[in-house]
């Protein structure tokens, strides 16, 4: 059974993030970078996923996949190191400035050219809920779109997994909902599913040493209109810090003379 | 052209408070555009017996803005399973070709439109708080918060349609609702293929549920300044004064003195009462995600510096532990 799972590099520190304001572009520069952490509790779920099947005599593989600058390697790394088997990176200059869809298009098309080397169906693709700079959530549901297989978001158990089937709980709004996909599905997995391991030092060192092939638009057999910006339906126009026009009316005195200051403004204004 | 539809999320036979908050905020849109306003109602075979209900919902609708609403009728529009109901969106959309398509930025709505997205080949702006018409262009621009709300962006889809996007909820007003508005219902059956997952069971888990902090009209919420977990009876005491409810800011459910379900902020939930007092509470962003758009904030922090008096209405210096027992004197006192 094939294990996929989608990782984004993201900086360390999102609210740490500025515009240029000559260019209302965002500044990332320099920032340091890490794997958005809600991508490390679907690289654990793959991982746990393998080891359910050894147990019961399949063979699993963890396959981990990025769309990103060169620099994502360090991602897919880190990945290697928790006990990943293999990995992918989507680079290349046509890729940037992509939105939601055409990130998902660009990795869609990733999965199917690793379909294509291994002549099967990846088995089950597992995103993080969401990336903590993006913060849509978007990108899993869109990607199960484009791979016409169904999607269950907010995972935070899975029950069972048989090789046709998967029994999930997946959080809904007040409560949880279990449902029973058909294999191949995509997952979004919820924070806190299980506790993300640390890389061995053994799988540091594999990783360093992992050869990682790195695909471009030709490699993927897309062309450059169909990614990054000029693949995206969508487009910043205006980037702005939020107005801070409220400001407090600093109530002072005694606590006894605060409360009663507090008390009458509050019945004057509600 | 220039139709602004809505998707009506139905819980239990019942629309959702966002779906009446969507027909507020896309009322303008429709008539800046000189277009319906349009809600698709999805209508499946657990609710499909009670045509009295489904009427009643239809009415509501109407009366809340929309112009028309479509009726879209399944046995597999049930529950929450996005492949049928993406499905029965596409089709629709594909045959009356709107302009804009909302979702509300519930669980759902946030699992469901990007799926219906990726059927129509167009972009999505995920969780907005404003939207408007541009005069000029006639393009809807869609204001959301990034990087933990230390940036607002503005979006556009100039090229493609529908111009979609999930929203807030409570980002935006219900109308009031005039039951003598008239409207069309357009009522579409639709033969959805059976999707590949399905819900087998739904269960509702809220340890709290006595309380729904969004729900409240006045929040009394304890951050980390509160000192220990002994200290939020204070803040029950108050809250009951006030007729309100006790929330919480993330720090003080990571150290497990009150259920995620008091959460409010990012990671929590978000709320917009008409008065929400922060008591040490310090106003990370992660937390005024959550509360910002009360309509009065009262802060009391020991630091003068706390971001929180940026959008507090009313400050007040001090420790809680003395503020809040000598506020709850004075309410009790003037009773």
Known sequence: MHVLVCIKQVPADPSAVKVDRKTNTLIREGIPVVVNPFDLFAIEEALRLRERMSSSGQKGRVSVITMGPPQARSALEEAIAMGADDAVLLSDRAFAGADTLATAYTLSRGIRRIEDSTGAKVDIVICGRQSTDGDTAQVGPELAEMLGIPHLVRVRKVESLTRESIRVERIADGGYDVIESCLPVLLTVEKGINQPRVPSLRGLMRARKAGIPVWGAQELGVEAQQVGLAGSPTRVIRVFSPERQRRAEMLTGSPEAVARLLVDRLMTAM | ?335
Not at chain 2, 30 to 38: P, Q, R, S, T, V
Not at chain 2, 91 to 98: G, I, S
Not at chain 2, 300 to 315: E, L, M, Q, V
Request: aromatic residues 4%; negative net charge.
């Open chain 2, 1 to 335: 052209m220039g139709d602004v539809w809505i998707f009506a999320e139905v819980s239990e036979g019942r629309p959702l408070d966002v779906v009446y908050e969507l027909l507020g905020g896309g009322r303008p849109l429709a008539d800046d555009l000189g277009g319906k306003l349009a809600a698709i109602l999805p209508w499946g075979a657990d609710q499909a017996g009670e045509a009295s209900t489904k009427e009643a919902v239809v009415r509501d609708l109407i009366a809340s803005g929309a112009d028309l609403v479509y009726v879209v009728q399944s046995r597999e529009l049930v529950l929450r399973q996005e492949e049928p109901h993406a499905q029965a969106i596409y089709e629709l959309a594909n045959q009356y070709r709107p302009d804009v398509l909302l979702f509300g930025a519930t669980t759902f709505g946030l699992s469901l439109a990007p799926r219906v997205a990726a059927k129509l080949g167009t972009g999505l702006i995920a969780n907005c708080t404003t939207l408007s018409i541009d005069k000029g262009s006639g393009l809807l621009l869609m204001t959301r918060p990034a990087f933990e709300e230390n940036i607002m962006a503005t979006m556009t889809c100039p090229d493609r349609r529908p111009q979609m996007a999930t929203v807030r909820p409570r980002a935006m007003k219900r109308l009031t609702p005039d039951p003598g508005r008239l409207g069309e219902v357009l009522t579409v059956v639709c033969d959805l293929p059976s999707p590949g997952a399905r819900v087998v069971e739904v269960v509702k888990e809220d340890q709290d549920q006595a309380v729904d902090i969004t729900d409240a009209k006045i929040i009394v919420a304890g951050g980390r300044g509160i000192g220990c977990k002994e200290n939020l009876e204070m803040l029950e005491e108050l809250a009951h004064l006030l007729g309100g409810a006790v929330a919480v800011s993330r720090p003080v459910v990571d150290a497990g003195w009150a259920p995620e379900s008091r959460q409010v902020g990012q990671s929590g939930k978000i709320v917009s009462p008409k008065l929400y007092i922060a008591c040490g509470i310090s106003g990370a962003v992660q937390h005024t995600a959550g509360m910002s758009s009360s309509d009065i904030i009262v802060a009391i922090n020991k630091d003068p510096g706390a971001p929180i008096f940026d959008i507090a209405t009313y400050g007040i210096v001090g420790d809680v532990c003395q503020i809040v027992p000598a506020l709850i004197r004075e309410l009790k006192g003037r009773r």
